[in-house]
């Protein structure tokens, strides 16, 4: 096929709202990637399924004798997806989940699953978005729990629950008394962090953002242990999600640091691949 399940389910949506960012927000992804999906799908047809008038999108000929066919096909598709859901026997399940997740959020999921689901296998692989959206993509797992943001063609990407990264250094470290620190001290700190293609590096990329280029990045490393690790040994300040750190935080091994003048949220998200033979040309 030449679309995807998710064009036709932003198209409706945008059908129903005439406005992209409320249909972004109806299908919790971002305006962009919603006026991507609706660009991509009246391209690859060579259509244009509304008029737009100002901020309105209004659907034309073209678009409304497309409306009622795709919501027949996304019905159908909801029923499938449900009676699957519902079969008894799951079977072997392939779960990827990204370091954060894969160590302290996965194992209850799969354990209320595997309740639920008596008969079935679970298998776990833990691994950064970059490897674990690629492993999706290649059928190796069947979905992916990912703290990275994707935006890609053949990947569903849906939201799943906030975050919130922190920063933290060793109790003796000259930062660990202050009660907040500011740029100057971010630029002057050694940093110890993720590695490139994980999630974590991705939001703690995005907060830097203006001082990035100029921070001291001292090691970088792919696991969580090992940075904690690092920083305990006074090598440098670190930047990981507070679910990873709550126990060293309360023993006093490590302490956190107070920056609020910076974003440190972000969102884990559920990784699929589209429902879809489409290609690119």
């Known amino acids: 096929m030449r679309f995807t399940l998710k064009q036709l389910q932003v198209f409706l ?13 109806e299908l919790a992804m971002s305006q962009s990637a919603a006026s991507t999906s609706l660009k991509g799908l009246e391209h690859r047809f060579g259509l244009r399924l509304f008029d737009r ?25 909801t029923e499938l997806e449900n009676s699957l859901l519902d079969a008894s026997d799951i079977g072997e399940l392939k779960v990827g989940a990204t370091l ?6 996965a194992i209850g999921i799969m354990a209320a699953f595997m309740k639920e689901h008596p008969t079935a296998k679970v298998n776990l692989n833990v ?7 690629a492993k999706v993509r290649n059928f190796e797992l069947d979905i992916g729990l990912i703290e990275g943001e994707l935006q890609e ?27 907040e620190i500011q740029d100057e001290d971010l630029l002057s700190a050694d940093w110890i962090i993720r590695e490139k293609g994980s999630g974590t590096r991705q939001a703690f990329d995005r907060a830097m953002t203006g001082i990035l280029s100029n921070l001291k990045l001292r090691l970088e490393l792919q696991h969580t242990e090992g940075i904690k690790r690092a920083v305990e ?13 709550a126990e060293a935080f309360k023993r006093g091994s490590l302490v956190p640091l107070a920056c609020p003048h910076r974003n440190w949220t972000r ?13 690119d040309e």
């Open 267 to 279: 969102q884990f998200y559920f990784c699929l691949l589209y429902t879809s033979d489409a290609a």
């Open 100 to 105: 954060t997740i894969g160590n302290y959020l």
């Open 13 to 25: 949506a945008v059908a129903s709202h005439e406005n992209v960012s409320l249909a972004a927000d």
């Open 127 to 133: 691994q950064n978005t970059a490897s674990i959206a």
């Open 53 to 77: 008038i100002g901020k309105r999108l209004q659907l034309n000929d073209q678009g409304n004798t497309l409306r009622s066919k795709a919501a027949a096909l996304i019905a159908g598709a």
């Open 153 to 179: 063609a053949d990947l569903d990407v849906s939201y799943w629950r906030e975050d919130e990264l922190a920063l933290f250094c060793a109790p003796d470290h000259p930062l660990a008394t202050r009660n």
């Open 233 to 245: 040994a006074g090598l440098g300040i670190g930047c990981l999600s507070k679910i990873t750190l």
